[in-house]
């Protein structure tokens, strides 16, 4: 199994070009067999989870055509409404294809999905939209079998502003008799991304990243190119990569204002960041301050996806920081693999107290979920002496080749078996 190799203690430099967004490509591969056509897909992220919904995508009979910065999906000749249960215990997204397929066949077999072990990620919003759109769900034996003579427009209020639920809703609502209102939707970018999409097919979609999503049922969609926007939480992580190792770098193809909350605490850490337009320029203090609380919340709050990696900043903080995860219970897995390279961390339930050290230690550590090996990785940048990280194959589901990402900004990191 592949392994990251890291000799710390490098400075960074130089710029970095962000690449497509892993939460935006994955809806919108499984929309792709919505409108019964072609769906021309621009500037993907090579990455281990869209080559499996490619493979779901293949298995269902659509033609999938992979060049070096598009995917092109033909659906038209889609055979079955069952997927492949091997395939959907490998990645989570894969239940995005619930709404899609229910909108254009009526009808889905699928498995209870798998993916990263940071808590429980119940899929009960999404059913409960589903069913007030007309499906009929029977769960038994691992299995949802769903079908629907014909989607209905409904008033959903969503209890918690889940992302897939909000997704999978919208994606049911383009071909449903009717309008649809989604109240207490979730904000995130992905969702505008997942709309702008769906409307360049054809559908009637309006409020994403407000607080009612609205959408009027059409009969018909058409063939779709679109591209896929940055992903905010890679130029997160990169950022923070920089703060820890207090080096200056500029990234392009972002979007600031997707990122606000994370700027936020780096820039209460003593970082300076320069804003132009699809472009940031960090420029971290030789000595990082901790930062009171961070709190996890839905967008456009703190994300929990970059709670992992700021976690790792914070090690090396003069002082003492409190960060609190309200959104997956089991997220703080990484702090036990930092603690084995010289962190000061307690973690108590939802809270985890950082006391900033003066040096990190090379180590042997594991990934135990994506964000966390990401975190991992910052750490063993910043480390005097090597860290070897295994387990990178959650790290490959996130970050499109982060090794030569980091490379290319001078990093001293190789991938070895």
């Given amino acids: 199994m592949s392994k990251y190799l890291i000799t710390g203690g490098r400075k960074l430099r130089g710029e970095l070009e962000i690449s497509g967004a892993k939460n935006a490509v994955l809806p919108i591969l499984a929309a792709s067999v919505i409108n019964g056509g072609v769906s021309v897909i621009n500037g993907f992220p090579n990455l281990r ?23 092109i999906v033909n659906s038209r000749n889609i ?61 038994a034996h691992g299995f949802l079998e769903c079908s629907v003579k014909k989607l209905r427009g409904a008033e959903i209020h969503l209890d918690y502003p889940s992302v897939g639920a909000t997704e999978n809703i919208m994606l049911s609502a383009v071909l449903a008799k009717g309008k649809t209102l989604i109240r207490n939707p979730a904000k995130e970018p992905e969702i505008v991304d997942l709309q702008d999409y769906l409307n360049g097919m054809g559908a009637k979609i309006r409020g994403a990243g407000t607080s009612i999503i609205e959408i009027d049922g059409v009969d018909s969609l058409s063939n779709v190119e679109h591209r896929i926007m940055p992903d ?65 919340l839905p967008y456009p709050g703190f994300p929990t996806d970059m709670q992992p990696q700021i976690v790792s ?39 985890a107290v950082i006391k900033g050290v003066r040096e990190l230690t090379g180590a042997k550590v594991s990934a135990k979920d994506l964000r966390g090996g990401a975190a991992l990785v910052l750490a063993g940048l910043a480390a005097e002496g090597t860290t070897i990280i295994e387990n990178i194959k959650h790290i490959e589901r996130g970050y499109d080749n982060f090794d030569l990402m980091l490379k290319k900004l001078g990093a001293d990191i190789k991938v070895i078996d």
Avoid at 242 to 254: L, P
């Fill in 313 to 351: 900043v914070l090690c090396l903080a003069s002082g003492t920081s409190i960060v609190t995860e309200t959104v997956f219970e089991n997220r703080f897995k990484h702090t036990e693999e930092l603690m084995r390279m010289g962190a000061k961390i307690k973690v108590d339930g939802r809270v």
């Fill in 79 to 139: 055979f079955t409404h069952e997927i492949d249960e091997s395939l959907v215990r490998e990645m989570r997204s894969s239940i995005f294809l619930m709404g899609p397929m229910l909108a254009r066949f009526g009808k889905i077999k699928i498995s209870y999905p798998g993916g990263c072990e940071i808590g429980h990620r119940p899929i009960d919003l999404h059913l409960k939209g589903l069913r007030e759109m007309g499906v009929e769900i029977t769960e």
């Fill in 232 to 296: 905010r939480i890679v130029a997160g992580t990169i950022l923070s990569a920089a703060a820890i190792t207090k080096s200056e770098i500029t990234i392009t193809n972002v979007i600031p204002d997707h990122i606000v909350s994370v700027i936020s605490k780096l820039k209460e850490m003593g970082c300076i960041i320069i804003e132009k337009e699809n472009e940031l320029k960090i420029i971290p203090p030789s000595v990082l301050r901790p930062v009171d609380i961070i709190r996890t």
């Fill in 49 to 71: 989870d869209v080559d499996i919904m490619i493979k779901i995508l293949m298995s269902l009979g659509c033609k999938v055509e992979k060049t070096y910065n598009s995917i």
